[in-house]
């Protein structure tokens, strides 16, 4: 029972901290900038969906999307994930190589 109770804190940990970077990161077409919103030293926000030595942000948030609707049966956390895939999708029918791990979580069941 401990260790049921410490997985769904974990969950929730989880969900809350997914709910920040909804709020801080997500673009409205769908992904994730690399940077958070109001900074006033930025340009131009980007938001990179190649992977190299550290899988980009939006890589990440994909697994993260794929398990939190795997763990809680929200469907939308699915529905962002579903988001996040259509706006990449010309980046991973061009340069799927350089989105090893975002095709990684296209790619595994949910």
């Given at each position: ?16 901290l997914a709910a920040q ?90």
């Amino acid at each position: 029972m401990i260790q049921a109770l410490l997985a769904l804190r974990e969950v929730d940990e989880a969900a809350r901290l997914a709910a920040q970077v909804e709020q801080r990161f997500a673009a409205p077409q769908g992904g994730y900038f690399d940077s958070t919103t109001g900074d006033p030293h930025l340009l131009v926000r980007v938001r990179s969906l190649g992977d190299g030595a550290m899988p980009s942000g939006s890589s990440v948030m994909a697994h993260n999307l794929r398990l939190l609707a795997q763990h809680t049966g929200n469907p939308a956390y699915t529905e962002r994930l579903n988001r996040l895939l259509a706006a990449s999708s010309i980046v991973l029918s061009q340069t799927n190589l350089q989105a090893v791990w975002l095709l990684d979580a296209a790619q595994s069941p949910s």
